[in-house]
């Protein structure tokens, strides 16, 4: 194994910690998306369902 001068190490470390960090950035966006797009959802068909009741007059 070559070992390199300390600055490349850092440079190798430095670049493997952003692409960690835009990983978990990346993850983190999409679940938001998801979670927003799973309340959107749950929040239409309770109001689906809310005017079907009034609908049929319970």
């Known amino acids: 194994m070559m070992y390199g ?7 190798i470390i ?6 960690m960090l835009m990983t978990m950035v ?5 679940d938001e998306c998801e979670e927003k797009m799973l ?3 749950n929040t ?8 079907e009741k009034e609908n049929r007059g319970y």
Do not use: G, N, W, Y
């Open 44 to 51: 239409k068909m309770a109001k689906v369902s809310f005017e």
């Open 14 to 19: 430095t670049m493997a910690l952003r692409k």
């Open 39 to 41: 309340l959107m959802q």
């Open 5 to 11: 001068s300390p600055t490349d190490d850092m440079v």
């Open 26 to 30: 990346k993850k983190s966006i999409v």
